[in-house]
């Protein structure tokens, strides 16, 4: 009994070691694109661009209010720069008829998943890289960007992505 509890131990730890160098080498590609202003976008498990700060801005600017309650009952309304999400889509001509869902990740792993209707949609989905008109700082700058994902239609902000880096089509 005490040979298959330490043997499964070992097995446990190696495995944690190996998962912990990986997620390390992956931490500095991750930290590299947010001081770049990088986005990544995928489609069907394959890169297909990468939108730096001067095409994302180069997109038709949006400003637009929004609130942002917080689960301890903070409110705070702010005023966001950005583009459409839709509008970065189509600026890469892609197929968005043969998706169904776009996933969304930030620098820190959270991930949001939103169906493309809701992407479409005129005035909802919101890639922010401005608040209250100042460039939104880095998670190492104790801001939430360099990019926010906004949806405007979330009452209490809860999908909301922060340090955004990656759009996921599927």
Avoid at 17 to 26: E, R, T
Avoid at 68 to 88: C, F, H, I, N, P
């Amino acid at each position: 009994m005490n040979r298959t509890v330490a043997a499964a131990t070992a097995v446990l730890v190696v495995m944690v070691g190996i998962f912990a160098y990986l997620n390390m080498a992956d931490r500095g590609d991750r930290l590299a694109a947010q001081r770049e202003a990088k986005l990544y976008i995928e489609m069907h498990g394959e890169r297909i661009a990468t939108a730096d700060f001067e095409t994302v801005s180069g997109l038709p600017e949006h400003e637009f209010e929004a609130t942002m309650r917080s689960s301890e009952g903070a409110v705070r309304d702010s005023v966001y720069t950005g583009v459409r999400l839709r509008d970065l889509l189509e600026y890469y001509d892609l197929p968005t008829d043969e998706v169904q869902q776009v996933i969304t990740q930030a620098v820190d792993g959270y991930t949001v998943a939103l169906n493309i209707d809701e992407v479409m949609q005129e005035d909802n989905v919101y890639i922010a890289y401005k608040i209250d008109g100042e460039p939104m700082a880095s998670r190492e700058d104790g801001g939430v960007g360099p990019y926010q994902l906004i949806i405007r239609e979330d009452e209490f902000g809860q999908r909301w992505n922060k340090y955004l880096m990656e759009i996921k089509l599927d």
